[in-house]
């Protein structure tokens, strides 16, 4: 196990393709998968029924929310039997899956990702075909194409490759795995700052800004983007981790034997996650505008009472009818897009041709043609341009380019 490495929560991985019987045995009540030789790697050599403890996840790009039930996958070499009594040398492994929800959902061409963690307990993904978390997973364990129909292994995730980058967070969090990164140092800091309290977001933005002095958004504006998302996500997560440590100790040591305070908390918190992640980049992207003299409004109100996120260079411009439309640009901000970003469609109709900005990596190639059709530009920081396909490459804006290409309207 390595620090910052996938091997710090995975002892290795594999990936393949289900075919249609395949899917149809992890539907129906087969549930046995054969010519899995290869997971060997990963799993051991079983001694009789090798029982793993698993967690079942169906992905898609259409739920906010994994489909997710806790189970067993069972290892076993099915003529362990034959070669022990009647010397029969042959060796026939199996991986048995139970019937549950997420087997239910299986279909011909979903990824099937079986990853066992570092506790010994596996995780079995079924991601979406041609969906933005199938591209994601093939990318975050350093797969670009699944070519021959058995298991694709990796027992070696401590390669450069296998670094956690800020990409890489992002996918973890989405099957459930939340990177154990904190800044204790400066906790003491924080809480004197912020008086044991959860500080205003535009508030905790510039104090993460602020702890990064070497960097200017005016040199790169990418690099600086996401490493001010990456300090704000570390500082959050080690106050946070402080203060629901002592909400809870207290509830504890009160003696409340009723779990809905606790579920409340729990809940809170998950709340406040959702909403400082978009409101965070939205603050480190006001930073941006400002550093590079873009003049903006953010959250003008438009036709229906829409609210975009930023309209260029400000909402009474956009309002004022003989202003140029040509000189006018619209930019949604969105830590992740899901199916979400057919909402920014109708929020400036003044404006047909919308820009989106994002953090989140390997989006499917079928989610940006979908995007180029409905005059949609997506935009990343640099650094997550090599998630996403050669193709793709080529049409994605990087943030210097949207900074500069406001500011040129802006001039005009």
Known sequence: MKQGYLSQYFDGVALKYLSAVEADVIRSNQHEFNGVESLRSILGEPSGKVRFAARFLYLSDQDDEPVIEDGFLTWYDARQRAREDRGVMRWEYRLYF????????????????????????????????????????????????????????????????????????????????????????YLDEMLARFGGNFPKTAEFSAYARSTIRDLSSRDDPDTALVAWMEREEILFRTLEKHLLGEKLRSLTQSGIEDTEPFIKLVQSALQRRKSRAGSALENHLEQVFTDHGVTYTRTGVTENKLKPDFIFPGINDYHNAVFPQARLTMLASKSTCKDRWRQILNEAARIPY???????????????????????????????????????????????????????????
Not at 116 to 139: C, F, H, P, S, Y
């Open 354 to 412: 919308k820009h989106l900005l994002t953090l989140e990596p390997s989006i499917s190639e079928n989610q940006t043609d979908e995007m180029k059709s409905e005059q949609v530009q997506l935009v990343l920081p640099r650094n997550l341009h090599p998630t996403y396909s050669v193709a793709q490459q080529a049409w994605l804006m990087n943030v210097e380019y949207f900074t500069q290409m406001v500011k040129q309207r802006q001039n005009a």
């Open 98 to 185: 139970p019937t549950n929800l997420v087997s239910q959902c299986a279909a011909e061409g979903d990824l099937l990702v079986i990853a066992r963690r570092a506790d010994g307990d596996l995780l079995a993904i079924v991601a979406e075909k041609d969906t933005t978390i199938e591209r994601q997973l093939m990318w975050l364990f350093g797969f670009s194409d699944l070519t021959h129909p058995g298991f694709s292994v990796k027992s070696e995730l401590e390669t450069e490759q296998d670094r956690i980058g800020f990409a890489a967070r992002v996918i973890l969090e989405q099957i459930g795995i939340e990177p154990e990164e904190e800044a204790p140092n």
